[in-house]
């Protein structure tokens, strides 16, 4: 039994929302990159459902998803490392107080 587009829709739209709320109201870097992996995370759920809905056979949505992980391990990798860097010159991991690039 193959569920139906509109429940991979609304998971993925509620995942999304999720990370856009832990985006906007978060002031910790790695709560924000927590929420920017459930924003891709939900963009896979939207690959794969449509993938999954148009044409069963091949396998495009998949491969498309194996890509977006690939981006999201390595953002994940480059900005948990800048996170650390920071954090050894400022001993905070505010968002609010990385002014490194101000004037």
Do not use: H
Not at 33 to 55: H, Y
């Amino acid at each position: 039994m193959q569920l139906q587009l509109e429940y991979y829709l609304l998971l993925a739209a509620a995942l999304f929302c999720i990370g856009i709320y832990g985006l906007i109201t978060s002031r910790n870097a790695v709560r924000v990159l927590m929420s920017i992996e459930l924003m891709l995370n939900a963009v896979n759920l939207n690959l794969m459902g449509f993938s999954n809905f148009l044409d069963p056979a091949e396998i495009k949505g998949q491969i498309f998803t194996i890509f977006v992980i690939t981006v999201a391990a390595a953002e994940a990798a480059v900005g948990l490392a800048i996170i650390l860097a920071i954090y050894r010159n400022r001993e905070t991991i505010d968002m609010e107080q990385f002014n490194l690039l101000k004037w």
